[in-house]
């Protein structure tokens, strides 16, 4: 939803923004901040928000962490659907058949399996 800028209103997306770089700054101080990087990461890029999820999962989090992981949960969805996107994209690149992936995926179809792939690059920016 969009809204218009008044007097200092923030836009939903600017509190949601906020509120997810919030939870990340919670987390990190919380120990998150030590987690290894990732091989496929650069060096400055902070734990994604799945690895922040698994940190606060595998920690002795209060409530404020829970809150914080919680507020997490939509950024962790948009990592997961570009992951998914990404590996249908590199298996068709290998000649998988939409047929095989389908199978793979647990859909019933090959036409399940476009329609889940023209779903997921509709809901990326």
Request: proline letters at 6%.
């Amino acid at each position: 939803m969009l809204m218009i800028h008044c007097s200092g209103m923030q836009s939903n997306d600017q509190v949601q923004a906020q509120q997810e770089a919030d939870a990340r700054r919670e987390l990190l101080a919380r120990g998150a901040d030590q987690l290894g990087r990732r091989p496929w990461q650069p060096a400055p890029v902070p734990p994604s928000a799945v690895d922040l999820l698994q940190f606060f999962l595998h920690s002795d989090g209060d409530r404020d962490a829970a809150l914080a992981a919680l507020q997490l949960l939509p950024a962790a969805r948009a990592e997961l659907d570009q992951l998914e996107t990404g590996l249908m994209f590199a298996a068709r690149g290998l000649g998988l058949t939409w047929a095989e992936m389908a199978r793979a995926l647990g859909l019933n179809s090959p036409q399940a399996c476009q329609q889940r792939l023209d779903r997921l690059t509709a809901r990326q920016p």
